[in-house]
């Protein structure tokens, strides 16, 4: 890998990007929704990819390969069963999307605040969401830095590569909002997607094919095909991983935002089919990196190596390391930009416009594109100093975000929930889990993954119990769901009549 | 049964990813183990959400 090979590439991919970027502006958005949300009329096609982009971050090629390298087959269990936790769209997607059309909703938060009627759930959803949010991005963003400084042998040094990567999430989030962020994310989505599959057929060709590779892997690393393996995966930890990425699409809120944006639940279902295909190969794609990694491998210092070493194998050409090379920093920066604008609108949305009551449209979105670059500039700040309380603010973010999941459920599914139990719910299970990391992820023998949820849903249940709920607003959005989603194609002078009111009194 | 109910086997399909290759499949190391088992899981997920949200084919665009 040349030092000019690497930067060609690199002027290559953002041409092609920043071109990208700017073709998919359409007439200048003035509105939070138009900025944020794409006018909610996001086609099925780009979503999907988008939504895949953001949802695996760069680590996944280099994590989840890192993973199988170390404890075996159990990386691939517990990917299936975040997967399938991604099911909870099918459920969940059509009733945010309802909401959002009929209230206006521009950010998960919002949805909150307005089913408990409580400005202070929105804001401490908001707030909660910037603590276990900006340090993950920052987290992202160190891993690019070393691993371009890693596989170009210090070409492209630390401070420079993750320079470059926030330079270029403040552009594409610039150009036309959530609309250039989630091009660009489909050309990055495609882009990780073939090269990867490349690299993996090659790699186990050169290992003399699937048959062959499995049969190393059996006679000399048998714990590598069975859990608990090696005994990485032990059932604790294996559960400890799986609950808070299981609720996934749901607590974080970069992808639960973009329930808010397809243009018909037509679309929804694309996104929805497209992301676990996609997500499927992915996976496996980097299983067998991981495995092909211990095969040919089996020594390394550290399991972090298993895709650097694969890349720079022999079976690997150059050109290929390169494109998954920008393949990888192009996955971190989809990453985070989504995840910049998403807390930035939350910010604009649900903290400022709550503080200053009549703050118009306008205004909002001023102060959410003011904000986004101060996000990036904190993820960058925190990137570069390497605090040990960012790297655990990082992993305890999935943990961490767990905390909105009862709410949530909840606003759909219990009227009984109150603004008290989310915001006791939402506040207490964050300073626990980040209680239970401090004090070595462990207490009474359990992980802060499986606390998570269920200290979360401790809390929402019972002070919910002890307190008085807000009939009106848990009515209104429920009934507005029933609305919405009654409308069917094929009767469209029905969709325009409302509920009659018996049939309103009977909405759960 | 109304399509949305099927998730239910959704969740089950979970929870056999959790005990079988925890119970079952723990002495076999081959690719025909828990690789095939977590493998099939994950065609399986797809194929019940094909099916569940197919309704949403319907729904009126506005």
């Known amino acids: 890998m040349t030092e000019s090979l690497i930067w060609w590439s690199i002027a290559i991919y953002l041409l092609i990007a920043i071109g990208i970027a700017i073709l998919s502006r359409q007439g200048k958005s003035e509105s939070m929704s138009g900025y944020f949300l794409g006018n909610r009329q996001m086609n099925g096609f780009v979503s999907a990819l988008s939504y895949s982009a953001t949802t695996y971050s760069a680590f996944m090629m280099v994590g989840l390969a890192g993973l199988t390298y170390a404890g075996g087959v159990g990386a691939l269990g517990f990917e299936i069963i975040y997967f399938a936790g991604v099911s909870l769209v099918a459920i969940f997607g059509p009733k945010f999307w309802a909401v959002g059309k009929k209230f206006n909703f521009v950010t998960p938060s919002e949805m909150l605040g307005h089913r408990y009627n409580s400005k202070q759930v929105a804001m401490a959803v908001s707030i909660a969401s910037c603590v276990f949010l900006i340090p993950y991005a920052a987290v992202q963003l160190a891993g690019v830095g070393y691993l371009l400084q890693g596989t170009t042998n210090g070409a492209i040094p630390f401070t420079t590569g993750i320079m470059l990567a926030t330079a270029i999430a403040i552009f594409f989030s610039y150009v036309a909002g959530i609309r250039s962020v989630m091009w660009t994310d489909s050309l990055q989505a495609i882009m990780m997607i073939v090269a990867s599959t490349l690299v993996a057929f090659l790699v186990i060709q050169g290992l003399g094919g699937f048959a062959a590779l499995f049969d190393t892997l059996a006679t000399e690393h048998p714990q590598s095909l069975t859990v608990p393996g090696s005994g990485l995966f032990s059932f604790i930890t294996f559960l400890g991983l799986t609950i808070p990425w299981f609720f996934f699409s749901l607590s974080n809120p970069q992808v639960s935002q973009r329930l808010f944006m397809p243009s018909s639940l037509r679309s929804m279902r694309q996104m929805l089919i497209g992301f676990l295909v996609f997500g499927f190969i992915y996976t496996l794609v980097s299983v067998l990196w991981g495995f092909s990694a211990l095969a040919a491998f089996p020594s390394l210092e550290s399991a972090d190596l298993a895709t650097p070493s694969l890349l720079a194998s022999e079976f690997v050409p150059p050109v290929l390391g390169v494109i998954v090379m920008i393949g990888i920093m192009a996955a971190a920066v989809s990453t985070i930009d989504s995840i910049m604008l998403t807390l930035s609108s939350m910010l604009a949305r649900d903290v400022y416009a709550n503080v200053k009551p009549g703050a118009s449209e306008k205004r909002q979105l001023l102060v959410g594109k003011i904000v986004i670059p101060v996000i990036a500039l904190m993820a960058l700040g925190f990137a570069e100093l390497q605090l040990d309380l960012i790297a655990v603010l990082s992993v305890a973010a999935s943990s961490g975000l767990v905390a909105m999941v009862p709410a949530i459920i909840g606003a759909f599914y219990w009227k009984r929930g109150t603004a008290a139990g989310a915001l006791v719910s939402v506040l207490g299970t964050g300073a626990f889990v980040l209680f239970v990391y401090a004090i070595g992820n462990s207490f009474l023998g359990l992980p802060a993954g499986v606390w998570g949820i269920i200290v979360s849903s401790v809390l929402f249940v019972g002070v919910s119990l002890a307190t008085q709920p807000c009939q009106s607003s848990a009515d209104s959005f429920i009934a507005a769901i029933k609305e919405e989603l009654s409308k069917k194609s094929l009767k469209p002078k029905e969709s325009e009549t409302e509920l009659p009111p018996l049939l309103q009194s009977k909405v759960q | ?62």
């Not at chain 2, 399986?44 to 009126?60: G, Q, W, Y």
Request: proline share 2%; net charge negative; aromatic share 20%.
């Open chain 2, 1 to 62: 049964m109304k399509r949305s109910k099927w998730i239910w086997l959704v969740w089950a399909v979970v929870l056999l990813c959790y005990l079988i290759p925890y119970t079952l499949l723990t002495d076999v190391q081959a690719w025909y183990g828990s690789f095939l088992f977590w493998t099939v899981a994950g065609l399986s997920v797809i194929a019940l959400n094909l099916f569940i949200t197919k309704d949403f084919e319907e729904h009126s665009n506005d």
